[in-house]
């Protein structure tokens, strides 16, 4: 090979994306009990019927998985209530994120999100060439005004989380629904629903019924939050038309077979599903009533994770409160890159270490 010849070189604007930075899990050294607070996993862990599903496959790992999910839609659709051949599972939701970015985003494209959004949604459509467009929230959460003014010409995607990470608000659905209704027929409207099952409030809807309905809407799920993060499942429910497209640009085995069956057999687990989203409404509730008894200030979330600000003053900043939780066991999220420099993101735990992090915060903001 020659040494003067260029070397392989990314398309252009790869090397502008900030990689995605994932939550610490590890302690300082020296730390014996770590709480991970830092990626809005279950703090009950996966179902038991998952494990032992997940067991099953172990022995079975030479054999290709079904490629189109097909028992897995089945079991979805079933729960749901949806027609299966409109489902794409996917290895974790963020893979179907990426393969709306890829299907419909072209250099020259924009796509729109919120300034506090999720923050893969960026990412993916750099990936894409395409121009992100970030707008304005209005206290803290997603504004459709701001959103439908940011549509050009050019928009062919808009991505909601709803509710967002790491804020945790929501929209309405009447407020998802004036959103879709001022969008032109050509722009996707991504609704993000990954911690659907943990909202309680009754005037919030996933998107089922619009995805079900509008040529130019789909929802996008995970089991993450429930339980599977490590199996990595996720799925889209949408329009004929878009399945069609995505299925043509996925990879042809993207959920493995070790997903498949973990995944089918945690959707099945009815019981252990609410016992989650009845853990995290009892501690979200009793959390952000401590932690605004502390004197912070926290966002007001549905989703099973608490974003807390922090004060102004450097001794009690949330960098502080980070390095003092950390050398205590407790890993929450700095989101400094989600334009929270001064708030840290925790996720629901165990009771111990609910209990456990305000206690330690009583003493950090006295010291
Ligand atoms: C809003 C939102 N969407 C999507 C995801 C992706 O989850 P997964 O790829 O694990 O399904 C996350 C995970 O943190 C999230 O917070």
């Known amino acids: 090979m020659k040494q003067d010849q260029p070397r392989p070189t990314p398309r252009a604007g ?19 009990k770590v709480y991970k607070l830092s990626s809005n996993e279950n703090p009950l862990g996966p179902s038991p019927k998952a494990i032992e599903a997940a067991r099953e496959v172990a022995a079975k790992l030479d054999v290709y998985p079904d490629g189109t999910a097909r028992r897995l839609r089945e079991a979805i659709a079933e729960v ?10 996917s290895n974790g939701s963020d893979e179907i994120l990426g ?25 993916y459509i750099q990936a894409a060439g395409a121009k992100p ?23 062919r995607i808009v991505f909601l989380a709803n509710p967002n990470n790491p804020t945790g608000t929501y929209l309405p659905f009447s407020e998802v629904r004036r959103l879709h209704a001022g969008l032109p027929r050509n722009v996707l409207l991504v609704l993000d629903a990954a911690y659907a099952e943990y909202v309680r409030r009754n005037d919030y809807e996933a998107g089922i019924e619009l995805a079900g309905s509008a040529e130019n809407v789909v929802m996008t799920r995970t089991f993450s939050k429930l339980g599977l993060g490590g199996a990595r499942v996720g799925w889209m429910y949408g329009p004929a038309h878009i399945v069609d497209a995505i299925n043509r640009v996925r990879g042809p085995f993207n959920v493995n077979a070790t997903a498949l069956e973990a995944g089918i057999a945690s959707i099945r687990d009815r019981a252990h599903v609410e016992r989650s989203v009845l853990h995290n409404e009892k501690w979200l509730a009793w959390l ?80």
Do not use: W
């Open 80 to 89: 749901h209530g949806l027609s299966p051949a409109n489902i794409i599972c």
């Open 99 to 123: 393969l709306l970015a890829q299907t419909y985003l072209a250099p020259g494209d924009e796509a729109v999100f919120t300034e506090h959004a999720f923050m893969v949604y960026k990412i």
């Open 288 to 367: 952000s009533e401590q932690m605004i008894g502390l004197g912070l200030r926290v966002t007001p979330s549905v989703g099973n994770f608490l974003l807390i600000h922090f004060p102004d003053d450097k001794k009690h900043s949330a960098a502080a409160a980070d390095d003092y939780l950390s050398a205590r066991g407790y890993i929450l999220r700095r989101v400094t890159g989600y334009g929270f420099p001064n708030a840290l993101r925790m996720s629901i735990g165990i009771e111990e270490a609910n209990r456990g992090v305000v206690e330690a915060l009583k003493t950090f903001l006295k010291s």
């Open 133 to 155: 467009v970030a707008v304005k929230e209005t206290d803290e959460r997603a504004d459709v005004d701001a959103i439908l003014a940011a549509v050009t010409p050019a928009t």
């Open 14 to 32: 790869i090397m502008d994306i900030e990689a995605y930075v994932p939550g610490k899990s590890t302690a300082p050294a020296g730390v014996t």
